[in-house]
Structure formats: structure tokens, C-alpha cells
């Protein structure tokens, strides 16, 4: 018996100091993109830890944030790779599923910088994000994230991580701007979630009410899978709210909606700042039509670089919001490259340097990064009509979309 | 308190009952703590999915083939996989279907996607007035299933000669195999008809929520609510049970704040194990 | 359950322990790292089999102890000046407070119901996180980066809490408590009838399993620098306990190294970047070590060793055992 568990001890140790380390340097999970003949001396390694499966997984086969990270990757690889030392090097994407699990996420951050040795990393999604920072400046990785309203965040000030999205303090303003160029009462209802995100955006949206002249007359900030939302509801129909704006999870959006038709409550407007800004949105059927949503990009609004050639890239996707998620991954990693080009070195602090001096125009228009690590994307409303997403406002990027008043999912 | 609020919860402990019905009872006859339970119910959602997308029926005419379905699943993994498991000790069959879980989800994300779905109803988002109460039709829908299911698996295990079958291999699966009956087949059977009950509930979370392939585990631990409240395998404390978890849940959200939805359900768990532990409306038997 | 095969074991894990302390230096940052994982995951198996394995009380809510272990370090490092060793200790003390506390509902209840307990406990503690808005709500905590121990000192810390833990297993397992224990588990009502006194020694084994579990938390908060209700009070914790104790081999020492080996080389880190295949592979290597090694891969293992090294010619003659 003895023997055995010496054995095993010992068995443990080697496995520790020598085998393990060494074998999943190899498996670039990402992508594998063809480089149109460019002879490439080597490779640059980028990671990211993303939940391809659990309560917010999408799986790895139609991921758009991921379809977006590789096709930037592939575009880099196309003009050429990254050049380092006078070497070119082919840009590789390492992925790794967290499985929705936080814990999983820090200990892939971790793996990704120690044993992968990648040279820089896309932030988590969603509430992951904010939690990869302190790991993130503890290490010393450069990270730009992907996806999050800038202003939810804390200042990035001296640390190693930027975050280039819309602000959500944006939102409220311009969609109560729009909203009150229609004959809508200025009384709105706010059902959020009570993670961060959502009540980060709640609170911007109560603010940015009171200062349009919306009075909140009902609101409520519940747990993720709530299906039962009659309170708020009956407070909201009671007390005549026409505006809806709401931050829930992607699952919660559906029974509350039914449960409006079904309680007879017909908001004037519904702004679905979250759960509308999934493809799977339209599924709903009917009840979905006319729903906002804030967008940063679509194909139809001008002024933005590339938009025609990457709707094409990303023709395959159900609808724009699909598109506009794999647009938003694509800038991650074009900010991550144009960083790693003008540093020319893996070497952290050169790459946080040049990831500072950011400077052009990126596919989701201009970005430089301000002193907290920040770069703020301009905002478009959209609404979904029939099953896609079109904008409406502002008005000269709606171009011939028109916005259909009042909510037709609930009439 | 608003009578909306009342009626709300206990309608939506309708679906509560349902989905704790069929792992109470599993834990109840087949001492077997199923894991997969949630998916078992989501699977019953994916089925009747599977249905309506090919031919338009309402949710409730692709129910008994999506019971059927997963009946038809749960019965070979029940007789020819986790029979013998149970006899090694519960932990084991634990594990193993903590094992059919991950199978689940996987099949789950690799056949549906990730996307989540919607079982689409004509009564799905209508309403309706009962004594002069608005109430939600679909919930509405649900009691009556989980009452009909509920009253169903009453009659037959007390007055068949199977539910007798079942309840002697519950009881004492050593003797009532001495007595000839063949416990191996009972508790397949009665696996079968758990997954059976857990799919119907399914079906009604498919039409009142929305599911995608990580749903189970809401839903069992949901599941487990209930069980805590109304003791292990009796049916008509199970159906109770459901209903006043779904009644806490709404005067809880209406009286302290969405925040608080979850602590008071838990926390009204917790304190009903520890003061009867064997479930507050069951008659005291121990585990 | 022979004093000197106690003295052995005991001599063994002083030697791995020290070992282990002393190559601290020679391991890069990666493996340092790795290193203090895995420990992590040993110390909550190894808390989960002395409880669940040797007193046959399974739980679920390993969680609620990780949480309170985790949260507790946080808001003694952010609030008070307190060095990381005093408040890790501290922290450990708290989740053995919550135990006592918990103690006198949670042993009311057995089997399925224990399990469901302690898994509603966890889940309260956690709904109150989410509500708790003077330790950070629904977002969390963030420990102050500069408080933190980073690579050796944290590596140091995990093992001396890994030799801990493994001390308390082998005395469970070899001890008069133990063996009271055992008997407990194995017919409380025989054991009772002996003059066993159950409920202090179930006491004794879930306060000293929620010590170990919360103590444990707080390494992970070290470790991952931030924590949210839902990624230290989860129920994660509690099913990969069970997962990693029940796959390597229940009330054996042994087994829980084996188990966390297993699932996190084996099933977790694999194939992180293929979704679906990754959990087809976890599901259908779950159900296969459950059903051809019931008792665990370590009780496979030396079963399987016996029968290769018993049979060998030259160890027959000596096989006085």
C-alpha cells in the first residue's frame, strides 16, 4: 500500500513539473486563417476567455463575437501579419470556453498569459470583464474588451486593459430625445435585471429621465429568471407609463412580454436596451416587432469604415445584430493588432504603450483612448421591424428607415 | 395584499409542482437524486419544439409525444445504466447523472444551438378575467395540466395493481423482489414515467418562458424548492408545495423588491427542513 | 489501522509537504499557479470527503463556506489593515462559525434532504450577497491589489493549507473520532446504541470540513483577485466537491488527489476551445468511470495494482500482508 501511494505522490510531482506545462501550447484552438501566400516567419499569439457554454453560451459554432475575432484575425494575416524583430509574424487566436463560470475565466486569464504565453488578450463579455481586470493589471496583460458600455466600468487609468464601446449614459438621452418628438406621455416604467450591467444601465436611464422630464413611475430590479413581472407591470399600467425601457437577460424578455399582452398593458414604446440585442430576438414572433435597440453599427448607416465589405463577411449571420456582434469582436482584435504593429515587440509594456497611443479609424469609427484607458463609440437607436434590425434615429442615419410608432408587438 | 398577487402565485406554482413532481418521486421510489432532472424537462421542451416546427401544432397536442419521447429515453438509461449504480451507494448515481447532465446539454447546444427558444401558443400571451382578477391564460393552462397530471399519478399509484407494485419496491425493494415482483422493471417504468411528468413540465415552461440547452438547472433547483417543502415522493404535498413556493415568490417580490425573490424562497427551505425535515406537509416518515 | 501505518502516512505528508515548500523555487509562474489551483481543488475534495466520505453527510453547499471564506478575507483586507495570514486564519474561523451555526438545523436532516439543506444554505448566503450593497451587491469584491500575496508566498500558503487538510483526513480516518465517525455513518442507529455520541462528532466534522472549505475560499480570492456572489457561493463548488471526491474515491485519502487530477486534466482542460465536444467527452467519462469504478479511480487503481504487483514471483514470496 505504501509503495502505491509513494508512487502516486511521485507520480503527481512529475506531472506538475514536467509533462503538463507543456502540451496545450501547441493547441491553438482559434482559428487556423489562411495568409494569401504571405511567408510568415513565425507567430503572434492573442487569447481570449469566452463562455461558449452554460447560461450564456453560444456555443462555438455560430459565436458572432468569435466569427468577428477570426475575421479580423484573418484580415491581419492577409496585409501581411505582424512584424516583430524584422520577422513576420502570423497573428493566432487562442480561445478558450469558460463555461459561463467566473472562476473558470480567471484561472484561463491566468493560463492564457503563463502557459499559452499570449502576448495580449480579448476581455471576457458581459459582467466577466469587469471581473478580468484586477488579474489583468496584477499580470500585466494588455486586454482590450470587447462589447461593454465604457462607462460601466471603473478608469483604467495606469493599468493594462481599454475598453472602446458605446457609453450607456448615451443611450437615454438620445432615445428620450427621439421618443419625445413623438406624442408620448412622459411617464416610464424601468424593469432591469440586478447584475451590474443592467442596474448600471438602469441607474443612467433614471437619470437621464429625470432630466429629459420623464417622471419614473414604475420600476423594478429583479433577479435573472423572473418570469413573473405582474407587480411592475399593474404599477406601470396603473399609473399610465408609455415608455418601457428595459435591461433584462436575453431569457427574461419573452415572459415578460407575454405577460404585458396578457395583462393587457400597451406601452406607447418598449426599449429592450439588452435582451433586444440578440439575434435570437425575432424568435418571439409577433410580440418582438417594433422593440428599440442601441446600435454602433450597421451596414446601412454611413460613415462607417468597411461597413459594406464586413456585412458581406458576416453574410451568413440571421440578422444585423448577429453582424454587429461579430463587428464589435472584429474591432477587439483590430485595436489588439494595430497596438502589436506599431509596438513591433511581445513585449507587455511596449504593447500597453502603443495600445495608449491609439489613434485612427477603426470599424467602429475613430478611437483614442482618453486617460482612463476609454474610447467612446457613438450610439444609433434601432428598431426591429419584421425581423431585422434597421436604425431610426439619428436621422441622417436612419436614411430611408422609418421608425413605426407605436409598438406594434403589443397591439 | 392585491388578490393578483395571490392568484399570480399560485398559478405560476403550478408549473413549480410539475417540475418537482417527477424528482420527488424519483427520489422518493428510486432513492435516485437526479441531476439531470433539468434537462430532462428542457429535453421535453426541445421535443415538443421538434414538433411544432415540422407540423404547427399547439404545444399541448405535441405534449404526450414529448412525454412519450423522453419516457422512451429515461426508461433503457434507468434499467440498463443507473439500476446498478443505486445499489453502490446514491453518491455513485449522483455522479452518473451529473455525467447524463453534461450529455444532455451537449446534445441540447449541438442540435438547437445556443439561442433561446420559445413554444408558440395562441393563448401563449393572452389573457384572461377570473373573478375579477386579470390573470395570464398560459398559467392559467399549466394548473390544469399539473392538476390533471398531479391527480393522475394519484389514482394510479394507489388504486392499480402497478402503483402497488411501485409503492412495495419503493418501500422495501429487497422483499418485493422475493414477492415476485420484478423491482428492476418497476423502477424503469417508474424512471420512465418521471421523465414522463418532467417533460409535460417542460412543454408548459416552453410556452410560458423561454428555454435554451443550460435551462436545466434553474429548473432543478426549483425542483428542489419544493421537494424541501413538501417531502420526498408524496404526491399531493409535492402539488402543494409548488404552489406555495410560487405564492412566496410573489408576495416576496410584491412586499420586499424583485432583489429579495430568491432569499425568501430559500431561506422559508431552509427554515421548513430544519424545522421538520422530512418536509413540512408530509406525515413525518424519515428518509 | 495500524498506528505505525498511521505514523508512516503521517511521516509521508510531512515529507511531500516540506518537498513541495522547497520547490516552490524552482517552479516558473505558470506552474505556480497551476499549482495553487489544484492544491485549491484537493483542500475543498479532500473538506467534502471528510464530511461527506468518512461522516456520510453529503453536501451540496460547499459553497456557502468558499463564499464566506472568500468574502470574509475580501472585507478584512479593503476595511482593516490586517496581513493576509491573520486575515486568511480569521476567515477560516468565520466559515467555522457559520458551520456552528448551521449545525443545529442542517444535522437535523440526512441524505438527500442534508444535501438539499446545505445546498439551500448556500443559496441564501448567496441571495444575500447579491442584496448586501455594503459588500459590493451583485458586483462584488475586488481585493486591494497591493495586500495580495502573488506566486511564492501564495503557492507556500496553499500547500500549508493542502498538509492541513490531508492531516485532518488521515487523522479521520485513522483516529478513535474517526473510526466513531464511520460507525455513525454506517449505522447511526447501531453506533448510537453503543454509546456513540452522533451529534457532537457530526458537529466536529462540519465545522472542521467548513474551516478547511472557507479557508479555502480565500486562497481563491487571492488568486482570482475579485469575486461576485455568484462565482464563491455557486453551486459549482459544491458538485465539483462531489464530482472530484466521488471520481478518485470516496473515505480514502487518496482519492481526492486522484479525483482533482482526473477531472480538471482529464474533463475540464482539455478541450476548452470545443464546446460541445468537451461536454459529450465530461458526460460520457463521468458515466463510465461511475459505472466500471464505483468506488473511485484510486480504489480501481490499487485494486489493479494488486493485481499485477501481488502476482509478480519476486514479491510473492514476500507477501506477508
Known amino acids: 500500500m505504501r509503495r502505491i501511494r509513494l508512487l502516486a505522490v511521485g507520480l503527481c510531482a512529475a506531472l506538475l513539473l514536467g509533462a503538463c506545462g507543456d502540451d496545450s501550447s501547441s493547441d491553438a484552438g482559434g482559428s487556423e486563417p489562411g495568409g494569401s501566400g504571405a511567408a510568415f516567419e513565425g507567430e503572434i499569439r492573442i487569447g481570449t476567455s469566452q463562455p461558449l457554454t452554460g447560461a450564456f453560451g453560444g456555443g462555438s459554432g455560430d459565436n458572432p463575437l468569435i466569427a468577428g475575432f477570426e475575421q479580423a484575425v484573418k484580415d491581419v494575416n492577409a496585409s501581411g501579419g505582424i512584424e516583430v524583430d524584422g520577422k513576420k509574424l502570423k497573428l493566432e487566436l487562442v480561445v478558450r470556453d469558460n463555461k459561463s463560470d467566473a472562476n473558470l475565466m480567471a484561472q484561463q486569464v491566468r493560463s492564457l498569459h503563463l502557459e499559452d504565453k499570449v502576448v495580449a488578450q480579448v476581455g471576457p463579455p458581459s459582467s466577466f470583464g469587469f471581473q478580468a481586470i484586477p488579474i489583468v493589471n496584477s499580470l500585466k496583460i494588455p486586454t482590450v474588451m470587447a462589447g461593454l458600455p465604457v462607462d460601466l466600468f471603473p478608469s483604467g487609468k495606469d493599468g493594462y486593459w481599454y475598453a472602446s464601446y458605446l457609453q450607456s449614459k448615451d443611450i437615454a438621452p438620445q432615445l428620450l430625445e427621439f421618443v419625445s418628438t413623438y406624442p408620448v406621455a412622459k411617464k416610464v416604467a424601468v424593469i432591469a435585471n440586478n447584475d451590474p450591467t443592467s442596474q448600471g444601465f438602469a441607474k443612467g436611464f433614471k437619470a437621464a429621465a429625470q432630466t429629459a422630464g420623464f417622471e419614473v413611475v414604475a420600476e423594478a430590479l429583479l433577479p435573472p429568471g423572473t418570469t413573473d413581472f405582474s407587480k411592475v407591470i399593474s404599477d406601470a399600467k396603473s399609473k399610465g407609463a408609455e415608455l418601457v425601457s428595459v435591461q433584462l437577460s436575453p431569457t427574461d424578455c419573452p415572459p415578460l412580454l407575454k405577460q404585458m399582452k396578457a395583462l393587457e398593458y400597451r406601452p406607447k414604446v418598449f426599449s429592450a436596451a439588452l435582451c433586444g440585442l440578440v439575434p435570437s430576438w425575432p424568435q418571439q414572433g409577433k410580440l418582438a416587432d417594433g422593440a428599440i435597440a442601441s446600435l454602433v453599427w450597421h451596414p446601412d448607416i454611413p460613415g462607417l469604415p468597411d461597413a459594406k465589405r464586413l456585412a458581406e463577411a458576416f453574410a451568413a449571420a440571421p440578422n444585423n445584430v448577429s453582424r454587429m456582434a461579430s463587428v464589435t469582436g472584429y474591432q477587439a482584435v483590430q485595436i489588439l493588432a494595430d497596438a502589436l504593429k506599431r509596438a513591433a515587440s511581445t513585449d507587455p509594456e511596449k504593447v500597453n504603450a502603443a495600445l495608449a497611443a491609439t489613434d485612427g479609424d477603426f470599424v467602429l469609427g475613430p478611437v483614442k483612448f482618453d486617460a482612463d484607458h476609454k474610447n467612446v463609440v457613438k450610439p444609433y437607436q434601432g428598431q426591429w421591424q419584421n425581423g431585422e434590425i434597421v436604425p431610426v434615429y439619428p436621422k441622417d442615419a436612419a436614411g430611408k428607415h422609418e421608425f413605426v410608432y407605436p409598438y406594434a408587438g403589443l397591439a | 395584499m392585491e388578490p393578483e398577487v395571490l392568484v399570480a402565485g399560485v398559478l405560476a406554482g403550478g408549473l413549480y409542482a410539475l417540475v418537482a413532481l417527477g424528482l420527488s418521486l424519483g427520489i422518493g421510489v428510486l432513492r435516485l437524486v437526479n441531476i439531470a432532472h433539468g434537462e430532462v424537462i428542457v429535453g421535453g421542451a426541445y421535443a415538443a419544439y421538434a414538433v411544432i416546427e415540422r407540423t404547427g401544432w399547439d404545444p399541448l397536442v405535441a405534449m404526450p409525444i414529448a412525454m412519450l419521447a423522453m419516457a422512451a429515453v429515461a426508461y433503457p438509461i434507468q434499467r440498463f445504466l443507473l439500476h446498478d449504480m443505486v445499489m453502490n451507494g446514491p453518491q455513485a448515481a449522483l455522479v452518473a447523472t451529473f455525467g447524463l447532465a453534461f450529455l444532455g446539454q451537449a446534445f441540447f447546444l449541438g442540435v438547437f444551438e445556443a439561442d433561446p427558444r420559445v413554444l408558440p401558443a395562441s393563448y401563449a400571451a393572452s389573457g384572461a378575467d377570473v373573478l375579477g382578477v386579470r390573470v395570464q391564460l398560459s398559467y392559467v393552462v399549466t394548473f390544469v395540466v399539473a392538476s390533471l397530471v398531479t391527480v393522475a399519478t394519484h389514482l394510479v399509484l394507489s388504486h392499480t395493481r402497478a402503483g402497488a407494485a411501485v409503492r412495495a419496491a419503493a418501500a422495501d425493494p429487497h422483499t418485493a423482489e422475493v414477492l415476485g415482483i420484478d423491482v428492476r422493471q418497476v423502477y424503469a417504468l417508474t424512471f420512465a414515467a418521471t421523465a414522463a411528468i418532467a417533460a409535460a413540465g417542460g412543454v408548459m415552461a416552453g410556452v410560458t418562458q423561454s428555454f435554451g440547452p443550460s435551462s436545466g438547472i434553474g429548473l432543478l433547483l426549483s425542483g428542489f424548492a419544493v421537494v424541501a417543502l413538501a417531502g420526498i415522493g408524496r404526491v399531493g404535498p409535492t402539488f402543494v408545495g409548488g404552489l406555495l413556493i410560487g405564492v412566496l415568490q410573489s408576495v416576496a417580490v410584491s412586499w420586499f423588491g424583485g432583489g429579495y425573490r430568491e432569499v425568501v424562497v430559500y431561506l422559508a427551505f431552509f427554515l421548513a427542513l430544519a424545522i421538520r425535515p422530512t418536509g413540512l406537509l408530509s406525515r413525518g416518515v424519515t428518509a | ?321
Open chain 3, 1 to 321: 489501522m495500524t498506528r505505525t501505518r498511521t505514523r508512516r502516512d503521517l511521516a509521508l505528508l510531512a515529507v511531500v509537504g516540506a518537498a513541495a515548500l522547497a520547490l516552490g523555487g524552482a517552479l516558473d509562474a505558470f506552474r505556480l499557479d497551476l499549482a495553487v489551483t489544484l492544491l485549491v481543488y484537493m483542500v475543498v475534495a479532500q473538506a467534502w470527503n471528510i464530511l461527506g466520505g468518512f461522516g456520510g453527510l453529503a453536501s451540496l453547499g460547499a459553497g456557502a463556506f468558499v463564499g464566506t471564506g472568500a468574502y470574509a478575507m475580501a472585507l478584512l483586507l479593503i476595511h482593516t489593515g490586517a496581513p493576509w495570514p491573520v486575515a486568511l486564519v480569521c476567515s477560516g474561523a468565520a466559515a467555522g462559525v457559520l458551520a456552528l451555526v448551521l449545525a443545529v438545523p442542517l444535522l437535523r436532516m440526512r441524505g438527500a434532504y442534508f444535501a438539499v439543506g446545505t445546498l439551500a444554505a448556500a443559496i441564501v448566503l448567496q441571495s444575500l450577497a447579491v442584496n448586501w450593497q455594503w459588500a459590493g451587491g451583485s458586483s462584488g469584491l475586488t481585493l486591494p491589489l497591493d495586500e495580495v500575496p502573488v506566486g511564492l508566498p501564495l503557492y507556500r500558503a496553499a500547500v500549508l493549507l493542502a498538509v492541513l487538510t490531508f492531516g485532518a483526513a488521515l487523522y479521520t480516518r485513522d483516529s478513535r473520532f474517526g473510526l466513531r465517525l464511520r460507525s455513525a455513518r454506517d449505522d447511526e442507529h447501531a453506533a448510537a446504541g453503543l454509546g456513540v455520541a452522533v451529534f457532537p462528532h457530526h458537529v466536529a466534522a462540519l465545522v472542521g470540513s467548513s474551516i478547511l472549505l472557507g479557508m479555502a475560499g480565500t486562497v481563491v480570492s487571492l488568486q482570482n483577485l475579485s469575486m461576485t456572489p455568484g462565482s464563491v457561493f455557486g453551486l459549482l463548488w459544491g458538485l465539483d466537491a462531489i464530482l472530484m471526491v466521488v471520481v478518485g474515491g470516496v473515505a480514502t485519502v487518496m482519492g481526492p488527489v486522484v479525483g482533482v487530477l482526473v477531472v480538471y486534466y482529464g474533463l475540464t482542460k482539455q478541450l476548452d476551445d470545443h464546446a460541445t465536444l468537451a461536454l459529450v467527452l465530461q458526460g460520457v467519462a463521468l458515466v463510465g468511470i461511475v459505472r466500471f469504478a464505483p468506488a473511485g479511480v484510486w480504489p480501481f487503481v490499487v485494486r489493479g495494482w494488486h493485481a499485477v504487483w501481488d502476482r509478480l514471483p519476486v514479491t510473492r514470496a514476500g507477501a506477508a500482508r
